[in-house]
């Protein structure tokens, strides 16, 4: 996903993090790192704009940059953008950071991020609901399906990937949506194959029957299909 983002907008690092809220008292009840350095609650909590509605987003936050604190000897970083979704109790959280010696995020950077966005917080809330428990527990008791987070009128995304797939007028097996929707939420090709119990060779060839539909080369080329 960072070199996604690299590829449209040059930046030094990447944090994403998933935080769950108390609905009733607008407490923070965990907070996990799904990917890049750790965020903590004291670092994140300042950040983040009081919810003003149960569903919300993905938002872009353009941030000042943080002043180094006293007796701080690494340069503290430069630029920074958050982009937040809100989804029931939980924020799904992108901070993007500049160093200190780079320009910051042009209005038209900010408007490429807030256009890709749109696809990848999505993926990182269908990705959070894949992972093992210390990223589960930042997320609500109830979110066993992606709808549960999602919300009445959100889109899902299998939701996104069938809309794609309707827009080009393209026919993917059963079998081929499953390993690109697993290969979409961060499935590495061996857990493809415990949770479709087939062989490697099996779910490759699924995937590359499905690019070949989709018109897809490279690494990366089904996450780029998805925000194109």
Not at 47 to 66: I, K, N, T, Y
Request: aromatic share 4%; proline share 7%.
């Amino acid at each position: 996903m960072q070199q996604l983002i690299e590829g449209a907008v040059a930046i030094d690092l990447m944090q994403v993090a998933v935080r769950r809220r108390d609905p009733h008292h607008g407490r923070r009840l965990g907070i996990a790192t799904l990917h890049g350095p750790e965020l903590q609650e004291c670092e994140l909590g300042g950040l983040l704009p009081e919810p003003d509605s149960e569903q919300d987003g993905p938002r872009l936050f353009p941030l000042a940059p943080r002043q180094a604190e006293p007796g701080e000897t690494a340069p503290a970083p430069g630029h920074r953008c958050l982009i937040l979704m809100r989804r029931a109790q939980v924020d799904f959280v992108m901070l993007l950071r500049r160093n200190g010696g780079r320009a910051g995020f042009r209005p038209e950077e900010f408007a490429t991020l807030d256009e890709l966005s749109k696809a990848l917080l999505p993926l990182v809330e269908q990705h959070a609901l894949m992972q093992p428990p210390a990223a589960a527990d930042a997320l609500p008791a109830n979110a066993t399906e992606p709808s549960t987070l999602s919300g009445q009128g959100a889109d899902t995304l299998p939701q996104r990937f069938r809309a794609r797939l309707d827009q080009q007028n393209i026919t993917l097996s059963l079998r081929e949506q499953q390993v690109c929707l697993l290969n979409l939420s961060g499935y590495t090709l061996s857990a493809i194959c415990d949770e479709l119990d087939l062989r490697s060779g099996t779910v490759e060839t699924y995937l590359k029957r499905a690019r070949l539909k989709l018109g897809l080369s490279g690494r990366h080329g089904l996450s780029r299909w998805m925000i194109e």
